[in-house]
């Protein structure tokens, strides 16, 4: 008979979606879109005021800044809303009950486990030839 014990914790299944969240193509996608959307249409508003004979400088100069800001903080700033979320996610109670012991047992008649939701059992069959 084999077994094995682990614990599941809160910081556990934020580290897993903060993993979840650095690797997942749909997420790059969706923070490169956030990232570079917001500054390419601040420019180009910014250009087309400069453009115009009687505009103010001033307009343009605060439309391209702000657009520089959104370019330099909105990556930081993704990542921590997405880790809020999945913090407030996990604040709910369904989650709560799964965080705890789980238990693993492999023997001869077939592998056992245990968590705090709830116990199973699988029984080994016999494989024809």
């Known amino acids: ?11 556990d299944a ?3 979606a ?3 969240y650095r690797h997942s193509p749909t997420v790059r996608r969706a923070r490169l879109l956030g990232h570079l959307s917001v500054p390419v249409l601040m420019g180009l508003l910014g250009i087309l005021i400069l453009c115009q004979n009687s505009a103010d400088k ?12 959104w370019a330099l903080f909105y990556p930081r700033y993704h990542t921590w809303h997405l880790m809020r979320t999945a913090e407030r996610m996990f604040k709910e109670s369904s989650y709560d009950r799964t965080f705890g012991t789980y238990r693993l047992i492999l023997n001869e008649d ?7 939701v709830g116990e199973g059992r699988y029984a ?3 494989v024809s030839p």
Do not use: D, H
């Open 14 to 16: 934020l580290a897993l």
């Open 1 to 11: 008979m084999t077994s094995a014990s682990f614990t599941v914790s809160k910081q």
């Open 124 to 126: 080994w069959s016999a």
């Open 110 to 116: 077939g592998i056992g486990s245990s968590s705090p």
């Open 58 to 69: 001033t307009a343009a100069i605060l439309v391209l800044g702000w657009g520089l800001i």
């Open 18 to 20: 903060s993993q979840y």
